[in-house]
C-alpha cells in the first residue's frame, strides 16, 4: 500500500493538468484583482520564495501550459509542480469566503448570478489577454456559451483544494486527464 502511494506521488503531471494548474492560478487572478502580489507573498510565507522570489519566476513556471501565448517546451520538473500545487491550495485557503460565497446556495439567485458573471468577464478577460487565441481549447473559453461549466468546475476544483488535505486532493486532480 505504502508503495502505491510512493509512485503516485512521483507522477508527472501532464500537459492536460499543467494546462488546468494555469487555469486555476487564472482563477485565482480572477477573484481577487492583488492575486499576482498575493502569490508573492503567499510563497514567501509558505517556504517557496526559493521557487517563486518574485513574479518574473512564477510566470516562467506558468508558461509551460501550452495554451499560453509565450509557452515554453518540455515538462515542468515535480518539484516545481508541487509548489504551483501549494501555491494553488495556500492561496485557496486564503480565498475560501469568496468561493463559498459563488457556491452558495443561500444566497438570492440575483446576486450569485451577478458575481458568477463578473468572475466569468474577468477570467475572459485574462484568457484573451493572457492565451493563444489560435488554440481550439481557448477559444471555447472565450465563447460564453460553453464555458460556463467549465468555470463551475474550476471553482469545485479550488474549493476542493482548500483545507487539510487540498494537496492531495488537486494532486490527484490534475494526474486526472479528464477534461
Request: with cysteine; net charge positive.
Amino acid at each position: 500500500m505504502e508503495q502505491t502511494i510512493t509512485s503516485k506521488k512521483s507522477q508527472r503531471i501532464g500537459r492536460r493538468g499543467l494546462e488546468r494548474l494555469d487555469m486555476l492560478l487564472l482563477l485565482i487572478e480572477s477573484l481577487d484583482l492583488n492575486a499576482s502580489e498575493a502569490m508573492i507573498w503567499i510563497a514567501h510565507q509558505g517556504g517557496l520564495d526559493e521557487l517563486f522570489p518574485n513574479r518574473v519566476e512564477l510566470w516562467k513556471r506558468r508558461c509551460h501550459n501550452p495554451l499560453r501565448k509565450s509557452t515554453r517546451r518540455g515538462l515542468l520538473p515535480s518539484s516545481e509542480t508541487d509548489a504551483l500545487i501549494k501555491l494553488v491550495c495556500l492561496m485557496a485557503d486564503r480565498l475560501y469566503p469568496l468561493i463559498r460565497q459563488l457556491l452558495s446556495s443561500t444566497e438570492p439567485s440575483k446576486i450569485t448570478a451577478e458575481r458568477w458573471l463578473l468572475l466569468r468577464k474577468r477570467l475572459i478577460e485574462l484568457v484573451e489577454e493572457r492565451m493563444n487565441p489560435r488554440k481550439g481549447a481557448v477559444q471555447k473559453l472565450v465563447n460564453s456559451n460553453s464555458n460556463e461549466k467549465y468555470l463551475e468546475n474550476l471553482v469545485l476544483t479550488l474549493a476542493l483544494s482548500s483545507g487539510a488535505g487540498g494537496n492531495s486532493r488537486l494532486r490527484a486532480s490534475l494526474l486526472d486527464n479528464l477534461p
